[in-house]
Each structure stands twice: as structure tokens, then as C-alpha cells.
């Protein structure tokens, strides 16, 4: 995917003109992987990406990465440092081939404090600002391939998903623990890689907490069990959430309340349109809650996007007045949640269409056991 990676390094540099800034500094992140086709973790040595407004790039790096970047990226300025030198010397040499001493630098967003103060030494007389103001608009808009693996990563999550609801009664008497690790084995069987964040099983009144995880509760007769999970595929992370009970009766009040979320968010997923504002799903949704009673019980944004992030732009929530474009990817999940009885939440992934949108999750949304 070589070309592609150029492709997003070229519309970078287009919008660096347009931000009036001189270059991007990336380090390891979703952002560098984005332009570059470089993957690795943050570690304690320099590594950076500059990307300046005009030309190539160029990588410092430390010299055990120097021939797998040759390898894995299409940047073929590689500068290599070995230990005992002082990468901030490379650093000042490529400032001065692209003529940032005096520029304006956006870095990387989720860059460690360590590595920007040892920019700002070295570039004393730059000016700095965040990578985002350039790269949030390009990741927001997904090219074919983001979203055929989003597409890919969501079809995982669905499978999964009714495999986990026909274990029926077999879930009473399991901890959320043990619970999570079958939806994760599943998640793999069913084509996903790594779990795309930690798995959510929320029983009874756990699932009153939005970000519950999972503990060692028993899942009883009746229990309401929020099941927020989903793999990346290709680098793309499944994000979907189903509440269920697996056998028994539930609470009294809990099928007005489901009703009411699957509600909010069919209202959410119809409001998707190009043109429509962020806010305005958020409020669709919304709407439907408070009309039930329980406005003040939905505590958090409608949604977030999603990509090589997890959560990403755009943010589906009051005050965002941006306009949604065919090619955008968030999720819509409404929720109610009665602390110390029980929470809802539904949740599906949804793409931004010419005409509208299309969901990329299809699971059973009803609350019973299949």
C-alpha cells in the first residue's frame, strides 16, 4: 500500500500550506503508521517523521530501525543515530534542509513530553502547534480500503456477538471475567486479531458504569448484561454494544428502557446524512431519551469516530457544529443508565454515504437471548 501512504503524505503537505505551517514532526502512532506505512510502539529513543510543507520527508531514527523502515515505509530519506550519539543533531541538520529553525512546527498530538521539550531545545526559536490541525480533517474521511476493513472488522463483531447470546443459560453462574474471555476467543475464531480494546461486560448493576470493563460478579437469572466489545481487522477496530439477559426475567422497569435505547438510536442512525451536523445525531438520539423520562440518565456524547484510533473524530456530541461527508466512520450509542440497578447501552458503527449512511454492524439489537 505504498502509493496510498504517499498519497496521505501529499494531501498533508497540501494542508500544512493551507495551516500556514513549515512541517509535521510525527513519532510513533496511528498518525505516523497513517503517512508513512510505519507501525511500532512509543519507546525511550528518538524517532521521528518530519514532514515539511514541500519535498520529501525525512525519518531520524536509531540504527536498529534503519532496514526495517526500508522495508515497511515508502520514506526513503532514513537518518540512523547509534546509541552514545546525540539524535538532536540529525534534528538541527534536517531543520536546516527544510528550513525550520524559525517555522512552525506541528507535532504529533500524543507525543511524549520528553520528546517535545527535546524539540523545543533544539528549535528554540520555532513556534509549535498539534499535528491534528493537519491530519484530523484527512483521517476523518476513510478511503475505500479504511472501509472495507472497517466493514470487515464489523462483520467479526456480528458473528461473535451471536455466538455469545446463544449460550443462552449456559452464561448464568460465569463471572464478567470469564465471560470476556469467551467473547475475545470468539473475536478471534471468527477472523479478528487483537481485541480492539478492553472487553465490556457490565452485569446488573455494573452496567450502570459507561466504562464498567469486567470483574468477578456472577451473571444471575435476569441480570441486563451491557456487552461492548470488537477486534481490529487489517489495523481497523470492530466497536459494537448489545445489551441482553441471557435467561431469566428481567427488572421491572428494563424493557421501557431498552425500548427507549434502541429507540434513541435508530433516531441517531436516520439523522445521518451528509450535510447534517454532528451535533444533530447527537440530539436525534437525545431527543428520543429525554421524551421517556430519562434525559438526565444519558451521561455521556452519542459517539466518536472511529479508525486506526478507536476514538477519533468526529465526536458525535452538543456544540459540534461540523458537517458530516460520505466517508466518515463514528458510532452511535445511546444509553440509560440506573445506578445500582442497571444500565443499556446499543451501539452500532455507521459510514457516512452519498445519500445517507450505512450501518456496519447487523446483530441482533433485541434484548433476549437468541
Known amino acids: 500500500m505504498p502509493n496510498a501512504f504517499a ?19 510525527l513519532f510513533p502512532s496511528t498518525n505516523l503508521f497513517y503517512v508513512s506505512g510505519f507501525e511500532e510502539h512509543p519507546a525511550e529513543r528518538h524517532l521521528f517523521l518530519f514532514v515539511p510543507k514541500d519535498g520529501d520527508p525525512a525519518f531520524v531514527v536509531p540504527d536498529m ?35 525550520l529553525r524559525g517555522g512552525r512546527i506541528l507535532v504529533d498530538d500524543t507525543m ?30 476513510k478511503d ?35 465471560l470476556a474471555a469467551e467473547i475475545e476467543s470468539r473475536l478471534a475464531d471468527t ?19 459507561p466504562h464498567h470493563g469486567h470483574g468477578d460478579r456472577k451473571i444471575e437469572y435476569g ?40 429507540e434513541a438510536e435508530q433516531a441517531g442512525v436516520e439523522a445521518v446524512e451528509p450535510g447534517a451536523t454532528a451535533e444533530s445525531v447527537d440530539r ?7 421524551s421517556y423520562g430519562y434525559g438526565e440518565e444519558f451521561i455521556h456524547r452519542t459517539g466518536h469516530g472511529v479508525g486506526l484510533d478507536v476514538h477519533e473524530g468526529p465526536y458525535i456530541v452538543e456544540g459540534n457544529e461540523l458537517e458530516l461527508e460520505p466517508g466518515m466512520v463514528f458510532s452511535v450509542e445511546p444509553g440509560i443508565y440506573l445506578p445500582g440497578e442497571f444500565g443499556v447501552r446499543i451501539e ?23
Open 7 to 25: 498519497e496521505r503524505t501529499r494531501r498533508s503537505q497540501q494542508r500544512l500550506e493551507t495551516a500556514d505551517a513549515d512541517a509535521l514532526v
Open 65 to 99: 530501525y534503519g532496514e526495517q523502515i526500508a522495508e515497511e515505509s515508502w520514506v526513503s530519506d532514513v537518518r540512523t543515530w547509534s546509541d552514545g550519539d546525540d539524535p538532536l543533531s540529525i534534528v538541527k541538520d534536517i531543520a536546516d534542509d527544510f528550513d
Open 112 to 141: 511524549w513530553a520528553l520528546f517535545t521539550q527535546d524539540l523545543r531545545r533544539a528549535l528554540p526559536d520555532a513556534t509549535f502547534g498539534l499535528a491534528s490541525e493537519v491530519l484530523e480533517p484527512l483521517r476523518m474521511r
Open 144 to 178: 475505500d480500503a479504511e472501509i472495507e476493513a472497517l466493514r470487515t472488522a464489523g462483520e467479526v463483531a456480528d458473528r461473535a456477538s451471536v455466538e455469545i447470546r446463544e449460550l443462552g443459560e449456559e452464561a448464568i453462574g460465569m463471572t464478567e471475567t470469564e
Open 191 to 209: 477472523g479478528g486479531d487483537d481485541p480492539a480494546f478492553g472487553t465490556i461486560v457490565g452485569s446488573g448493576p455494573n452496567g450502570a458504569k
Open 223 to 262: 441480570d441486563p448484561v451491557v456487552l461492548d466489545f470488537g477486534a481490529f481487522v487489517g489495523g481497523y477496530p470492530g466497536d459494537q454494544t448489545r445489551t441482553v439477559v441471557f435467561a431469566g426475567d428481567p427488572p421491572e422497569e428494563y424493557e421501557r428502557v431498552h425500548r427507549a435505547v434502541l
Open 284 to 290: 436525534a438520539a437525545r431527543e428520543v431519551i429525554e
Open 348 to 370: 452500532d458503527l455507521v459510514v457516512v454515504t452519498e445519500d445517507g449512511c450505512e450501518r456496519l454492524n447487523d446483530s441482533p439489537r433485541t434484548w433476549q437471548a437468541l
